[in-house]
């Protein structure tokens, strides 16, 4: 069992940035895909970012893409999201996930697919 614990959410600008953390209990962490998710209020879940076990691939829903940058630090078993020039449009409960994978898989983006979530942390982006 691997327990996940997001931070690093808050109210933000429009136009500015948030690091968000997802921390894992074990080192076990190391062998898995991770993924962010995040939910807006009367919306579905939608997938945000993904990295892969290695960090070598990293993956953006089109919404994200040139804004947001995902990196892991398997020293403390530790995955980041850096959101960059937030839009209103970024509000959402963001959560991570992750699954255990082979070293050379991609990670998938559906939801389904995780194993092991966080408990989510809010990201409020102001106008």
């Known amino acids: 069992q691997v327990h996940l614990v997001e931070s690093g959410g808050g109210l933000v600008q429009a136009g500015g940035s948030l690091r968000l953390s997802c921390s894992a209990s074990?080192?076990?962490?190391?062998?898995?895909?991770v993924a962010w998710f995040r939910q807006a209020p009367g919306q579905e879940r939608e997938f945000v970012s993904s990295?892969?076990?290695?960090?070598?691939?990293?993956y953006f829903a089109k919404s994200v893409q040139g804004r947001f940058t995902i990196s892991r630090d398997n020293d403390k078993i530790t995955v980041y999201l850096q959101m960059n020039r937030l839009t209103p449009e970024d509000t959402a409960v963001y959560y991570c996930?992750?699954?255990?994978?082979?070293?050379?898989?991609?990670?998938?983006?559906?939801?389904?697919?995780?194993?092991?979530w966080g408990q989510g942390t809010q990201v409020t982006v102001s106008s």
């Open positions: 996930a992750s699954k255990r994978t082979i070293l050379t898989a991609s990670p998938p983006a559906e939801a389904g697919s995780y194993d092991y």
């Open positions: 990295i892969s076990r290695s960090g070598s691939g990293t």
């Open positions: 074990r080192r076990a962490f190391t062998e898995h895909a």
